[in-house]
């Protein structure tokens, strides 16, 4: 399991780094356009919707899946999804983010907000010396 973790200022110009990040970190797997649309999603959700100085973002990659978790520290609203209506400019990001994932989850706490999204990732496929048979 590997696990990488990084804090980002609560301002606008630091969802792209988040991005960045996500996309360099997971370039190899098959989820990378979807990690990276999370991430941009959850991190412009903290940094709009939170009063906190910062979010941070952990990672965790396993062979079975990737877990996306962006945490706030402002507690002004409550993550939920939403449905606006086809007008409206805002409004869609948790429920991008509940598609694209198998599982999505938001904890609350006094401090802020966290929400953790997971990939599957395929299974391996067996080497030519595993594929054949005894």
Not at 14 to 24: G, L, P, Y
Not at 70 to 80: E, L, S
Not at 124 to 133: N, W
């Amino acid at each position: 399991m590997l696990i990488h973790r990084r804090t980002f200022a609560g301002r606008p110009e630091e969802v792209r780094k988040a991005r960045e990040w996500t996309r360099k970190l997971l370039a190899d797997t098959s989820c990378v356009d979807d990690a990276a649309l999370i991430v941009t999603e959850l991190g412009a959700n903290a940094v709009t919707h939170t009063t906190g100085p910062a979010f941070r973002v952990t990672i965790t990659r396993t062979t079975e899946a990737v877990t996306l978790t962006v945490t706030d520290t402002g507690a002004a609203t409550y993550p939920r999804i939403t449905h606006p209506d086809t007008e409206a400019t805002h409004g869609r990001g948790l429920a991008i983010v509940a598609t694209l994932a198998d599982d999505m989850k938001v904890h609350h706490t006094a401090h802020g907000h966290t929400v953790t999204a997971r990939l599957p990732l395929p299974a391996p496929l067996p080497t030519a010396r595993e594929a054949q048979p005894c």
